[in-house]
């Protein structure tokens, strides 16, 4: 079905302001009163990530962990790992930010 005449009159928004007196809208600028507020798991995954890539690596230390883990001795005992990984974490002089 083909209509040829439709009987609605479209005109843009802009236009029918101008007919009722008022002046077109502005186009946001960008600059205004918006502002974000982060939770506080997603600041936490943010320092994380932060502290992921921080260039605070020991060169020494990862040069032994390399060469312990082409020889196949690192991860070799599991509880020792754990233990060592639990009292690092423990006794850390990290206090959260």
Do not use: F, N, Y
């Not at 754990?82 to 006794?91: G, S």
């Amino acid at each position: 079905m083909k209509i040829e005449q439709p009987h609605v009159k479209l005109e843009l928004a802009s236009r029918i302001g101008e007919k009722a007196g008022q002046s077109p809208a502005k186009p946001a600028t960008g600059v205004g009163q918006d502002a974000v507020r982060l939770s506080s798991d997603l600041r936490l995954v943010d320092q994380a990530v932060r502290a992921a890539s921080a260039d605070t690596d020991r060169p020494d230390a990862v040069a032994r962990g390399r060469a312990l883990m082409e020889s196949g001795t690192l991860g070799g005992d599991v509880e020792r790992l754990a233990d060592r990984m639990i009292d690092a974490l423990l006794h850390s002089d990290d206090s959260p930010a």
